[in-house]
């Protein structure tokens, strides 16, 4: 109950996520946890997300690295065969490449040279399809239709079909969203449960102790994630939902063998926000205020996606923000 009484909040700020608990029940009880004094917890220190000293997560990694002791040989397969380039050569996985975000992404991705993309989206655009593979000849670019509000079975199902096909893939990226505060249940079954069951869906391929190699996955969330706007405050939970599960992905990669980070845009200018519905009509349209806003194209947030991508960094935090990108990072308590 305490956790109730307890106004924290997340802040972005100078490049630094900051988790703040204004009152003193949750700082009492973290201290008592961590065996910190005040006067250490009161100054935020730079930790890297995976070493949060926080006793829940201490006592994961104590059984996360018994695991990982099952899995070593496994890693060091894995490693043997993956070094180098994340994206020259690799077999990766668009979920959602033919949006605006996705398309200019795909477009970059294509020009590094992958061996094969598969691009996964419940829209058709047979043109697109044909300009990226025109990019670059050398990489095989596939589309194969696929809505991630199916059943789990069906995404296995799908999944399956594509491993027989290619026996490897390298990238998941999963981007599949919608905002519109009118559609609740959507909202949260396209942004967050289509992300979860399409992930899960390819641990059935990638997971150590299914004896498979690992895998990487980039989930596309938000900085709305951590900025909540309140007039689409469905839309930013479930970016944050996401965001909090590719945390524990990342946690798990030692278990599992998939690491994982997120992609969070700033305000991007495509069509996403263009049939808005605020949640309880709380506000003007969106789509008009997003326009007032600083924001990037596609093409800016393309280039900063594939540099992290390059950069295949376990538990990242990545924010794309008026073409730049900067890794974000994790202060803990304060
Ligand atoms: P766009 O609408 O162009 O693309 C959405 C993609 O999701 C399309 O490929 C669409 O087919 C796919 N999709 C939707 N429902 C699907 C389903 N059921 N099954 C399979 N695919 C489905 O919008 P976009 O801006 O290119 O969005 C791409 C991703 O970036 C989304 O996850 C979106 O939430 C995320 N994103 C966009 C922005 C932005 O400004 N455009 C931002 C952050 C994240 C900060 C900013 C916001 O959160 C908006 C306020």
């Known amino acids: 109950m305490n956790a109730l009484r307890v106004f924290a909040h997340i802040v972005l700020q100078h490049g630094v996520l900051r988790y703040?608990?204004?009152?003193?029940?949750?700082?009492?009880?973290?201290r008592n946890k961590l065996?910190?004094?005040?006067?250490?917890?009161a100054k935020p220190q730079p930790i890297d997300i995976l070493n949060n000293l926080c006793h829940e997560e201490r006592l994961n990694r104590h059984v996360?690295?018994?695991?990982?002791?099952?899995?070593a040989s496994h890693a060091k397969r894995r490693k043997s065969k993956s070094c180098g380039a994340a994206i020259a050569g690799k077999n990766i996985i668009f979920v959602a490449g033919l949006g605006g975000i996705g398309m200019d992404t795909c477009r970059q991705i294509v020009k590094r040279g992958p061996k094969n993309l598969l691009i996964f989206d419940r829209l058709d655009k047979p043109d697109y399809i044909t300009e990226l593979q025109k990019l670059n000849p050398k990489t095989k670019v596939a589309f194969y239709s696929y809505d991630v509000t199916v059943p789990?079975?069906?995404s296995k199902e799908l999944l399956q079909e594509v491993f027989e096909k290619y026996e490897t893939i390298d990238l998941l990226i999963n981007g599949a969203g919608i905002m519109d505060d009118h559609q609740i249940e959507k909202t949260i079954?396209?942004?967050?449960?289509?992300?979860?069951?399409?992930?899960?869906a390819i641990m059935d391929f990638w997971d150590y102790r299914n004896d498979g190699p690992g895998g990487v996955i980039a989930n596309i969330c938000s900085v709305t994630a951590f900025y909540?706007?309140?007039?689409?405050?469905?839309?930013?939970?479930?970016?944050a939902a996401v965001f909090s599960f590719t945390v524990s992905l990342a946690l798990l990669a030692p278990v599992t063998g998939v690491t994982a980070y997120s992609?969070?845009?700033?305000?991007?200018?495509?069509?996403?926000?263009?049939?808005?519905?605020?949640?309880?009509?709380?506000?003007?349209?969106?789509?008009e205020k997003l326009s007032d806003t600083p924001?990037?194209?596609?093409?800016?947030?393309a280039k900063s996606f594939v540099k992290a991508i390059e950069a295949n960094k376990n538990g990242a935090i990545w924010k794309l923000e008026q073409g730049k990108l900067e890794e974000v990072k994790w202060t803990g308590f304060n």
């Open 189 to 200: 079954a396209v942004n967050f449960t289509g992300t979860v069951n399409t992930t899960t």
């Open 295 to 301: 924001s990037q194209s596609t093409a800016q947030a």
């Open 228 to 239: 909540p706007n309140c007039q689409v405050p469905v839309y930013c939970a479930s970016k």
């Open 64 to 71: 996360l690295t018994a695991h990982h002791e099952g899995v």
């Open 20 to 30: 703040s608990s204004t009152t003193s029940n949750l700082g009492n009880s973290v």
């Open 35 to 41: 065996k910190v004094s005040s006067k250490q917890l």
């Open 263 to 287: 992609i969070n845009h700033s305000i991007t200018r495509t069509t996403l926000g263009q049939n808005f519905n605020s949640w309880l009509d709380v506000g003007p349209c969106i789509t």
């Open 152 to 154: 789990l079975s069906k």
